[in-house]
């Protein structure tokens, strides 16, 4: 069964340009979840998407979006890229249903991007 | 606002000994809690993990403990093995898939 899939797996930016990133699920996996992680504030929850709506939302400002389509693949921008926005960008998936296991996510490997 | 903190950001630890991770959380309302491994260059991989109605949950040589009262679990592996060397990081959810993660620990097994 194949994993969680991103890509690009590093992609290098200036600022003030924009970037989006693709994040494929487990197959069967209804729920994908986005994180950043950073040295200085550790791994930080983004976004979740669950049947193409956005159904929570961490503490980002509106630059960083995200969207998912009806195969469950998702995506996620960020617009006028900072410095401050160089990171390891988790996407994550997990089956969003009931019962033990349904809130366990599965992540991918994660695209790294450096912004200069 | 750190609502779960792991205060130690790195382990040492024999190969065959215990390796014990701690991990400290404010909330009352997650119920629920992952640990999970990360190596370099990688994404974070499940280890395991423990509903808020249970106090032990054992995999293999991974045990964790919850301790509601305190708001402490705690991850034990025995034995340690020198394949177990990565940054290990607890998390919580609160009827959800929002996860909050603990700045991590970085364990090192010397063999």
Same mark, same amino acid.
């Given at each position: ?13 200036? &600022? ?101 | ?6 205060? $130690?950001?790195?382990? $040492? ?27 370099? *260059? ?27 009262? *305190? ?23 609160? &009827? ?9 620990? &970085? ?5």
């Amino acid at each position: 069964k194949a994993g969680v899939t991103q890509t690009p797996r590093y992609l290098i930016k200036t &600022r003030g340009q924009q970037v989006t990133l693709s994040c494929s699920p487990i197959s069967g996996h209804r729920s994908v979840s986005w994180y950043q992680q950073t040295p200085g504030q550790g791994l930080q929850f983004l976004f979740e998407y669950f049947s193409e709506t956005q159904r929570n939302k961490g503490n980002f400002p509106g630059r960083f979006s995200g969207r998912q389509f009806s195969n469950s693949r998702s995506e996620m921008n960020v617009s006028t890229l900072e410095l401050g926005d160089s990171a390891l960008y988790l996407c994550a998936s997990s089956l969003a249903g009931r019962g033990p296991g349904a809130n366990v996510l599965t992540f991918g490997a994660g695209s790294r991007l450096t912004v200069l | 606002d750190q609502q779960v903190k792991q205060n $130690s950001p790195s382990l $040492s630890v024999q190969e065959g000994r215990i390796s014990i991770l701690n991990c400290d959380y404010t909330n009352s309302m997650f119920d629920y809690f992952l640990w999970y491994k990360k190596y370099p *260059a990688e994404g974070p991989t499940f280890l395991i993990s423990i509903s808020s109605i249970k106090d032990k949950n054992e995999d293999g040589r991974f045990t964790v403990f919850l301790n509601k009262s *305190a708001k402490h679990l705690s991850l034990h592996i025995v034995p340690s093995q020198p394949g177990d060397s990565a940054v290990y990081f607890c998390a919580a959810s609160a &009827r959800g898939n929002m996860l909050t993660f603990g700045g991590g620990t &970085r364990l090192m097994v010397k063999p």
